[in-house]
């Protein structure tokens, strides 16, 4: 009947996408972002047709760490158009719509839902293999969202630290995936572990093992652990995804994201 019909779920966003991944976290400032741009370099390298969209609406920062925070999204006709990183990478962020860098945005829970919306929608992501969707820390309205206007949402990747409050954070990210009826498709614990540049002896900064052991309990896949590395942070800072800068070096941080990116 047509009273039942209203009360369905509102209509899937029109993208053409196979595969939607989330990248989550309890917390802010444990690698999201990070993970959320080196996975997206992973699957394009390996020839996937990828979209990352930046949900962090109040704090994009996904164009500074690709280096193309000078550009914009274009218009044509009434679409939007992705910023096109590689012939295979396509970004969509915040960042990316505004001319200053330092305002905030203030909006409350609408109108980020209809931003949501269109940067699903209203942009010419072309024939999608993954979408990687870097969501803001914390189980809050955009989560939400993505959940309900994406289509063909595979799941999503937790990213923590192995500090005590960092994990205990996650945990309430693995139980809100699982809310949404979606499997958590690994756990990745960043910053676990500093090599000490002049004495080469590993310091456990945030200590050790939060990731692998959260990932027990809760009886999902741990994806792998990445060090604290300057090269990283460096990576993000310069806009070139660590994942790319390749050099003959031997370095286990290279080892440790490779892994993880597999
Ligand atoms: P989030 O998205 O969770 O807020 P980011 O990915 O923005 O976190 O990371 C926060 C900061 O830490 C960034 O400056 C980033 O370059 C840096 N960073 C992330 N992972 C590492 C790492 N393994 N080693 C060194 N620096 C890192």
Redesign the pocket.
């Known amino acids: 009947s047509q009273k039942t019909d209203t009360c369905q779920q509102p209509p899937k966003a029109d993208i053409s996408v196979k595969h939607v991944i989330l990248v989550l976290?309890g917390?802010?400032?444990?690698?999201?972002?990070?993970?959320?741009?080196n996975l997206s370099y992973a699957l394009a390298s390996h020839g996937y047709q990828t979209g990352l969209l930046d949900l962090?609406i109040h704090?994009p920062?996904i164009a500074k760490?690709l280096g193309i925070e000078n550009l914009k999204l274009q218009a044509l006709g009434n679409k939007m158009m992705p910023v096109k990183v590689t012939g295979s990478l396509k970004v969509v962020s915040m960042a990316l719509l505004l001319n200053t860098t330092d305002s905030p945005i203030v909006w409350r829970g609408p109108m980020k839902a209809a931003a949501i919306k269109q940067f699903l929608g209203d942009v010419d992501w072309g024939d999608l293999d993954y979408l990687v969707v870097?969501l803001p820390?914390g189980t809050g309205d955009e989560a939400l969202n993505i959940v309900q206007f994406a289509p063909n949402v595979e799941g999503a990747v937790i990213?923590t630290t192995p500090q005590d409050v960092a994990v205990l954070d996650s945990t309430k990210a693995i139980k809100f995936v699982e809310m949404m009826d979606l499997p958590v498709l690994g756990i990745i614990e960043?910053?676990?572990g500093?090599v000490c540049p002049h004495c080469g002896e590993v310091v456990d900064l945030f200590g050790k093992g939060g990731g692998e052991k959260v990932a027990a309990q809760y009886n999902v896949p741990f994806l792998g652990s990445?060090?604290?590395?300057?090269?990283?942070?460096?990576?993000?800072?310069e806009g070139r995804p660590f994942i790319v800068k390749r050099t003959s070096e031997k370095n286990p941080?290279r080892d440790a994201v490779d892994k993880v990116m597999e």
């Open positions: 976290s917390k802010g400032g444990v690698g999201k972002s990070t993970v959320s741009v962090d704090g920062s760490m870097d820390p990213v960043n910053m676990s500093m990445i060090p604290i590395d300057i090269e990283m942070r460096k990576a993000g800072d941080t």
